[in-house]
């Protein structure tokens, strides 16, 4: 389920005027659109490189990513209230051992899950569309016909000039809240030692990655 939420955390959009409530979630709708059709495309050009050069697989990934991602906003969501006790190093060493994650599940994700259609919502009309809370619904269905709803959150970064997703529910999970709530059990496990939370979570989510792997190459070989 992460992984198909790995697959919806993706946005980009040019400067926004000053927009109606609707406007403007139509606005971050056709923007997620036309995103997932490019990291799509992006995939399947590059999918031989994923057997043949992982490393230039996922720099090809992490090139269309990257500026898409805020990652310290999300790492800052994840660590919660520790995330101002945490020193700048900490914050830095968390959110770097985040991105490889992220992007080598996103990878592996994309590529087991070739067979599986995205159906865009249309915009919400009972919601209160801004630039700083804005909502976007999709459905992932897979092969057998499941569905699983998908809600994202996003917000426009004046920085930058796009949309951002801030958190994502999915199938009526809230992930942010869910890793969140992980890592705040982590730091009590360790006697409120940040650090050694850190490295846990860094340890867990290599596994994670490292399972990931697992079930793709079992998957490819059947």
Do not use: C
């Not at 005027?17 to 997620?32: K, M, P, T």
């Not at 036309?34 to 990934?61: H, P």
């Not at 426009?156 to 890592?183: C, M, R, T």
Request: hydrophobic share 40%.
């Amino acid at each position: 389920m992460i992984r198909l939420l790995l697959l919806l955390m993706v946005l980009l959009a040019p400067g926004v005027q000053a927009l109606e409530s609707e406007e403007l979630g139509e606005h971050a709708h056709e923007v997620v659109r036309r995103v997932t059709t490019k990291v799509l495309e992006k995939i399947n050009t590059n999918r031989d490189l994923y057997e043949s050069d992982k490393a230039r697989f996922y720099w090809e990934l992490e090139d269309v990513l990257g500026p898409m991602v805020d990652f310290r906003r999300l790492t800052r969501k994840i660590m919660g209230r520790y995330y101002f006790d945490a020193s700048k190093e900490q914050r830095q060493r968390f959110a770097r051992a985040f991105k490889r994650s992220l992007l080598s599940s996103y990878a592996t994700g994309l590529i087991e899950f070739t067979d599986y259609e995205v159906r865009m919502l249309p915009p919400r009309k009972d919601f209160e569309h801004t630039s700083s809370n804005t909502l976007v619904d999709l459905e992932v269905i897979t092969p057998s016909g499941r569905v699983f709803p998908i809600t994202q959150s996003m917000y426009y970064d004046l920085s930058s000039y796009a949309w951002k997703a801030q958190n994502v529910i999915v199938n009526g999970i809230n992930i942010g809240q869910l890793f969140n709530e992980q890592f705040v059990q982590l730091v009590e496990d360790n006697n409120g030692n940040i650090g050694a939370a850190i490295d846990q979570w860094i340890e867990n989510l290599q596994e994670q990655g490292r399972e990931l792997r697992k079930r793709s190459v079992v998957s490819g070989a059947q």
